[in-house]
């Protein structure tokens, strides 16, 4: 059970700012929510998390609804080397139990 | 340079045979991981440790065991019981096991079965 819900794919052309969604309904106060990215046949790449705040760094900006059932992944300004899958998850348990559980993902292919 | 690195990139496995996938990890962190990924899924958890000595059962531990005797190493054994073996295998890792750390992952080893 992964706890969070993307679409299966996206497309997004190169320059323009990309826009992930994802839904996570169950989620309780003090489960964080995680972005990451893997680019085929390697491993996933750490991009953003946040609680409840919006966060933004180098690479992407996330936005988590108030009520913390949604957020959404920015990339300000997608280039062809965005081109993954984005994996939305949501932090289960708490305190040293918590381990992150991974579902399908979006495929994001960004187009010249 | 500071990661985790993940060897064989490819290995196979015989029918019957026991193989091991290596894991090191030169970023001092206590907790390490194995995640293993089959074609246009999500990655699932095997095996987690929190700290040297010490390791866990993930969601699909069946088939596989794991060793922890030195913080920067997490090795893992895909068994004969294990029945489907052929899955891309990647291994990470946290400063500590708790709910505010991020993962570092290595590039993976791809395991196949002959």
């Known amino acids: 059970d992964a706890k969070t819900t993307q679409p299966p794919s996206m497309d997004c052309a190169e320059g323009r700012a990309a826009n992930l969604p994802c839904n996570h309904s169950t989620i309780s106060g003090n489960e964080y929510v995680y972005w990451y990215r893997q680019i085929h046949s390697q491993g996933p790449q750490y991009i953003i998390h946040g609680l409840k705040n919006n966060e933004t760094n180098e690479m992407a900006s996330l936005i988590i609804t108030e009520d913390r059932k949604s957020s959404t992944l920015i990339l300000p300004h997608a280039t062809l080397r965005d081109t993954a899958v984005y994996y939305c998850i949501v932090r289960v348990g708490s305190g040293n139990t918590g381990k992150l559980i991974f579902g399908q993902g979006t495929t994001l292919q960004v187009k010249p | 340079d500071g990661g985790i690195t993940q060897s064989p990139k490819y290995l196979f496995r015989k029918e019957g045979q026991n193989v091991t996938l290596s894991c090191e990890q030169n970023?001092?962190?206590?907790?390490m991981y194995w995640y293993r990924q089959d074609p246009g899924q999500g990655l699932r958890l095997i095996y987690y440790s929190q700290i040297v000595n010490d390791f866990q059962k993930g969601d699909i531990a069946e088939g596989y065991s794991v060793s922890r005797e030195k913080k920067e190493s997490f090795p893992l054994t895909v068994t004969s019981a294990q029945k489907n073996p052929t899955a891309f295998y990647l291994c990470?890792?946290?400063?500590?096991?708790?709910?505010?750390?991020?993962?570092?992952f290595g590039s993976g080893t791809q395991l196949s079965v002959l």
């Open positions: 970023l001092n962190h206590d907790a």
């Open positions: 990470a890792s946290s400063q500590q096991f708790a709910t505010n750390e991020k993962l570092f």
